[in-house]
Each structure stands twice: as C-alpha cells, then as structure tokens.
T-cell receptor, first 116, second 108 residues
Framework: EPEVTQTPSHQVTQMGQEVILRCVPISNHLYFYWYRQILGQKVEFLVSFYNNEISEKSEIFDDQFSVERPDGSNFTLKIRSTKLEDSAMYFC??????????????FGPGTRLTVL | GQQLNQSPQSMFIQEGEDVSMNCTSSSIFNTWLWYKQEPGEGPVLLIALYKAGELTSNGRLTAQFGITRKDSFLNISASIPSDVGIYFCAGRDDKIIFGKGTRLHILP
C-alpha cells in the first residue's frame, strides 16, 4: 500500500541553524501539507501546497518557514533560523485532491525536530 | 478560529469494555474524521464521515456525524490491548483541524 515517507526520523539542531525536513508524498497525490505537533499537544496545520504554490498557511507559518517541491517526488519544509519553540514532531501529508468527500489526507510517520 | 473540543482527555478502562468519546465544534465542517496515533507515529485515519447523521463502522469502531455537523462520537466495542493510543477527532474542509485527543489506557 502506498505511503507517505519522511526523512530524517529525528533531527537535532542548534538554535539559529537552518533545517530542511523532507517528505515523499504518495505518487499520484497532488496536494501536500505540513502539520506539527508539540509534545503532548494536538496536531496543528502549518501549510498546504498545490501546483507549486502555497494554498493556505496558518499563523504559525511565519517568514522563517518555507516549502518547496524541488523535483517530482520530494516536498520539503525549511526552517531558516530555528528557535527552541520549533521543537516538535513535523508531519507531512498528501491527498489526491483538496476538500470534498473521499479525498482524505494520508500522514507520514513524522520527523522529530529537537532544537537545543 | 475553529476549535474542536474533545472529551474525555484520557480514559482508563478494563480490557473487553466498550469505549465512547465525543467531539464538538464551534463551527460546521463538511467532513469529520477520527484518527488514532500511537507513540512515535503519524495519525492514522480510522473513520471518515461525510453526511450529517451518518453512522459508519470500521470493525469494532463506530462513529456518527451529528445532524448539525458540529459534533461526532466514536465508540470502540470490546476493547483489546492494541486499542491503546491517542484518538483524535478532526474536522476538514481543506486543511484539517484536530481536537486535543483522548488518550486511551487499557488495564489488564
């Protein structure tokens, strides 16, 4: 069964450093998403991406964040200058279409980002 | 903003018991979802609800979408040890809005 994959599974970085989290969405999916989950809290929407553009972003997704689909398979989340409060699990998700019934998002296993 | 209130926050039950958890929303969603998350993993979709009043089952799991599209419940019958985890309700239009989760503990 096709699945969303994410690398690395765990990233440790120093405050102020740049990190890139990578995702490979399901191959026939066209809509891509990033969510984050701070330890012990709920999963929060960050950004949605379609046709090489951001479709929607949350208040969390400030200028320190960017997303890119550099090739036909990868979808990346970059944090330019990490802060301690960026420590969280980051989940990538993808779906065939957006909205509407029966077009659900499938989540990857996540990348645990630890900022020291 | 849109918020989902999920209850209870945690549950301790005996193996074999039935479980019920609820979710209410401050706004209407077109789709309600129930996810399960196990430690170190991403959310896994259990049940999706698309029509107001819809009652859907997936094995021992049953969920219903409220008539007002602002609430839902999830029932698990005859719980087993592998049911342990965090259950999230979620509303979806395009992006998904998650509840805070119900952490299910099963006592031997």
């Amino acid at each position: 069964e096709p699945e969303v994959t994410q690398t690395p599974s765990h990233q440790v970085t120093q405050m102020g450093q740049e990190v890139i989290l990578r995702c490979v969405p399901i191959s026939n999916h066209l809509y891509f998403y990033w969510y984050r989950q701070i330890l012990g809290q709920k999963v929060e929407f960050l950004v949605s991406f379609y046709n090489n553009e951001i479709s929607e972003k949350s208040e969390i997704f400030d200028d320190q964040f960017s997303v890119e689909r550099p090739d036909g398979s990868n979808f990346t989340l970059k944090i330019r200058s990490t802060k301690l409060e960026d420590s969280a699990m980051y989940f990538c998700a993808s779906s065939e279409t957006a909205g509407g019934p029966y077009n659900e998002q499938f989540f990857g296993p996540g990348t645990r980002l630890t900022v020291l | 903003g849109q918020q989902l209130n999920q209850s209870p926050q945690s549950m301790f039950i005996q193996e074999g018991e039935d479980v019920s958890m609820n979710c209410t929303s401050s706004s209407i969603f077109n789709t309600w979802l129930w996810y399960k998350q196990e430690p170190g993993e991403g959310p896994v979709l259990l049940i999706a609800l698309y029509k107001a009043g819809e009652l859907t089952s997936n094995g021992r799991l049953t969920a219903q979408f409220g008539i007002t599209r602002k609430d839902s419940f999830l029932n698990i019958s005859a719980s087993i040890p592998s049911d342990v985890g965090i259950y999230f309700c979620a509303g979806r239009d395009d992006k998904i809005i998650f509840g805070k989760g119900t952490r299910l503990h099963i006592l031997p």
